[in-house]
């Protein structure tokens, strides 16, 4: 894809979400998780705040670009429903308790560092709304959700958070 044509995705992206909704996108999650190799520097020449199309870490992590700033919101392979479901074979029983295992030891984990981490649950509505995977997956959800070490927030939330608290205004 040329430069152009990249540019005329992103500003089509922008513009569609802003006349749907009123509001200004501030994060990109590409189809497929794919990008070239100056989607960062033109996502953060658009003024997004963040990109969730890295999957290398559990924390908020700068993204180095040629001007400006960008934060990766950290997105999970692992807990992907496409991948639990058609890669790894799980029931939704097993998908349901692989995201509480997954919880447990990323609130452990930040509670031990003091710096958090971010729990991303990637959804396909027609896979996980199926009717024999939504009532574990809810009960998933709930026992998360009532846990007092669970922070329920958007990604624009989170990336605010660690711009203000965690030095990442510091890029």
């Given at each position: 894809m040329s430069e152009a044509q990249e540019r005329a995705i992103i500003e089509d992206s922008i513009e569609t979400v802003q006349r749907a909704t009123g509001q200004r996108?501030?994060?990109w999650?590409?189809?497929?998780?794919?990008?070239?190799?100056?989607t960062l520097d033109l996502l953060a020449e658009y003024d997004f705040t963040y990109t969730?199309?890295?999957?290398?870490?559990?924390?908020?992590?700068a993204v180095k670009v040629a001007k400006g700033s960008l934060a990766s919101i950290?997105?999970?392979?692992?807990?992907?429903?496409?991948?639990?479901?058609?890669?790894y074979g799980m029931s939704g029983r097993e998908y349901a308790d692989s995201l509480i295992q997954q919880f447990d030891r990323l609130a452990e984990e930040g509670e031990r560092t003091g710096a958090?981490?971010?729990?991303?649950?990637?959804?396909?509505?027609?896979?996980i709304g199926q009717p024999h995977r939504i009532g574990p997956f809810e009960e998933a959800l709930a026992r998360i959700a009532a846990d007092p070490r669970c922070w329920k927030a958007r990604a624009?939330?989170?990336?605010d958070h660690w711009r203000h608290h965690d030095g990442g205004a510091a890029q």
């Open positions: 996108i501030r994060g999650l590409a189809p497929a998780l794919t990008h070239t190799p100056r969730c199309d890295l999957y290398h870490d559990d924390a908020v992590q950290p997105y999970s392979l692992e807990v992907n429903d496409h991948y639990g479901f058609n890669v958090g981490t971010v729990m991303c649950i990637p959804l396909h509505a027609y896979l624009g939330e989170i990336v």
